[in-house]
């Protein structure tokens, strides 16, 4: 994309690293435009209350920072930038306190993504969490909604690759800049995603992943949702930051009960007994939508009866995951012959009950 004039100085001022989005807004709230706030003097910028104590970095960063290489990887990376006095900037963030000024994009985000729910939860999510989140992204996905996570592994991961499968818009929120993508093991996903949705990321393009920059990142989640589910979460999670952010800015907070045994449910249940809804069914979703639960139908797929699959594809679908497995660990479940294998995944993929990934991996569809 071509950079306009005005853009580049909302670009550098976002790239200063202890300017928070909030401290931004002071500043906005100050200066009439990015520009005058690059161009203020140091003594005019310590007179502005709330800013005093940020004077000195700004000012020494504001001499240091590379815009010109910022610019050279924004068109790198394909990006497209979005910021705050762009009419494209997405509504739902515009009431967020803390809205993020600039916004970094690989794909397009579109009005219809204003009906999103944001899927959320641990990353060593167990198979059960998995089906659930797999199954409530489809089912969200076939009537309408965007779904929006993390694209961490676990929970996010599943939700993303299940609105993919179905066809839905997802929306991936990273919690670091565009060069410095985590965790590594999405990269492929991040693209996928980016081919019929959205990744995007608050963070300047040589953000490094670090402790700050996921709870930042988790209101971008909440924010640009209806509503936030928590499938599964331990009771230290950042899907639980999410869930309270999520409170904070207005939305919805729906949490999955699991097996009361479980460690990685702790944390859902403690936000039910807080007054999260627990849900069991997309239906349980809906009814907090009140009418418009009435104009989202699922769209229907034809999908392979019981009867239509062989004891030897069976035994292969038992064995699969929503979670990419390789081949080799396919035939070392199955306990099957290499030949066997690959016929009956041949035949499960032809049958839209599997999809093959790249990599020789195999991954069951919800």
């Not at 499968?165 to 997802?170: I, K, L, S, V, Y």
Request: include cysteine; glycine fraction near 6%.
């Amino acid at each position: 994309m071509t950079i306009g004039e005005a853009q580049r100085y909302w670009i550098a001022l976002n790239m200063i690293s202890n300017l928070t989005p909030k401290k931004f807004r002071i500043l906005l709230d100050n200066f009439s435009s990015p520009r005058q706030i690059w161009e203020a003097p140091r003594a005019v910028l310590a007179q502005i209350p709330g800013f005093e104590s940020s004077v000195a970095t700004f000012c020494r960063h504001r001499t240091e920072l590379d815009l010109e290489r910022e610019l050279s990887q924004i068109e790198q990376y394909g990006l497209q930038v979005l910021t705050l006095s762009d009419e494209d900037y997405p509504p739902s963030l515009l009431s967020l306190d803390d809205r993020p000024p600039v916004l970094y994009l690989q794909g397009d985000y579109r009005a219809k993504d204003q009906l999103a729910l944001a899927i959320v939860g641990t990353r060593r999510a167990s198979a059960y969490g998995r089906m659930i989140a797999a199954k409530l992204a489809k089912e969200l996905g076939e009537r309408g909604f965007t779904i929006v996570s993390g694209l961490a592994l676990g929970i996010d991961s599943v939700a993303h690759r299940a609105a993919l499968a179905c066809g839905a818009r997802t929306i991936g929120v990273l919690g670091s800049g565009f060069a410095q993508p985590y965790p590594r093991e999405n990269t492929r996903l991040m693209k996928k995603i980016a081919q019929s949705g959205v990744v995007l990321s608050e963070f300047s393009i040589s953000t490094l992943p670090d402790r700050w920059t996921f709870p930042r990142r988790n209101r971008i989640i909440s924010g640009l949702t209806r509503g936030t589910i928590v499938v599964e979460a331990p009771e230290r999670s950042g899907a639980l930051i999410t869930a309270r952010l999520a409170t904070e800015q207005g939305r919805e907070v729906f949490a999955v009960p699991g097996p009361i045994t479980s460690r990685t449910s702790r944390g859902t249940h403690r936000l039910i007994q807080q007054g999260a809804k627990l849900i069991t069914s997309v239906d349980d979703i809906l009814e907090e939508f009140g009418d418009l639960k009435r104009t989202l139908q699922p769209r229907t797929r034809p999908q392979a009866t019981a009867q239509e699959i062989s004891p030897l594809e069976e035994k292969v679908l038992n064995v699969l995951e929503y979670e990419p497995i390789h081949f080799n660990d396919v035939v070392e479940r199955a306990t099957l012959s290499t030949t066997d294998t690959a016929y009956a995944l041949f035949s499960l993929t032809i049958k839209k009950l599997i999809a093959e990934l790249e990599g020789k991996r195999y991954a069951k569809l919800p």
